[in-house]
């Protein structure tokens, strides 16, 4: 039987120890089929490195989405490796995300994106009718996180209501930890309504 690919690398996966198949599946360089090749192996951590990969292939991609459940999705969505329409997204969110609690942080790190680097959410295209729902959907106690918060905020895609709707936010209890800063917040809220208001009315214009 001739070999699945022309990588030696993409055909001996299944021979690699564990440790070979995530170094080869962190890697930014490796090759196409064997990035393919480990979407398809069997070994789920080396799946996950994979996803994480910022030069993962459409193709490898394409296999790990199409896994059952939702935390492959949640990484291609943060690192941009699976682009949706603006209607998939709902969909999405709707299917795998909504009240679960056991995805929330994979739940912000897909609809809001990842951590320190991807704070912003520039590389993140969540449509501002679904960053209502997210929020809306949010438990008490993570509407009173000021981080939480904030990532609404710096989202390109926060909408004028939501906006508005932070920076007129009470002072959540002050035993609450997580609550900090909510001054500094408010005022970031009400410079990006400010934003909005500008951008929306070059628009119409």
């Known amino acids: 039987m001739p070999p699945l690919y022309t990588s030696n690398y993409a055909n001996n996966i299944g021979n690699m120890h564990n440790s070979e198949v995530t170094g080869l599946a962190k890697n930014r360089f490796t090759d196409e089929?064997?990035?393919?090749?480990i979407s398809k192996h069997h070994y789920r951590l080396?799946?996950?490195?994979?996803?994480?990969?910022?030069?993962?292939?459409p193709e490898a991609a394409k296999e790990l989405w199409d896994h059952r459940?939702?935390?492959?999705?949640?990484?291609?969505?943060?690192?941009g490796a699976i682009k949706l329409k603006k209607k998939e997204y709902a969909?999405?969110?709707?299917?795998?995300?909504?009240?679960?609690?056991?995805?929330?942080?994979?739940?912000?790190?897909?609809?809001?994106?990842?951590?320190?680097?991807?704070?912003?959410?520039e590389r993140n295209n969540t449509p501002a009718e679904l960053l209502e729902e997210i929020y809306a959907d949010l438990p008490e106690e993570e509407q009173m996180r000021s981080y939480t918060l904030e990532r609404f905020i710096d989202h390109q895609n926060c909408s004028l209501n939501l906006a508005l709707r932070i920076s007129t936010m009470p002072d959540p209890p002050k035993e609450n930890y997580y609550a900090r800063n909510f001054d500094d917040l408010r005022q970031k809220a009400l410079l990006k309504v400010a934003e909005i208001t500008k951008r929306e009315g070059v628009d119409s214009r």
């Open 33 to 37: 089929e064997t990035m393919l090749a």
């Open 46 to 57: 080396g799946k996950e490195y994979l996803a994480s990969n910022p030069n993962i292939t």
């Open 69 to 79: 459940g939702y935390v492959f999705k949640a990484t291609l969505l943060s690192n």
């Open 91 to 121: 969909e999405v969110y709707r299917k795998y995300f909504k009240n679960n609690r056991r995805s929330h942080w994979r739940m912000m790190q897909a609809f809001m994106g990842g951590y320190y680097w991807q704070r912003t959410g």
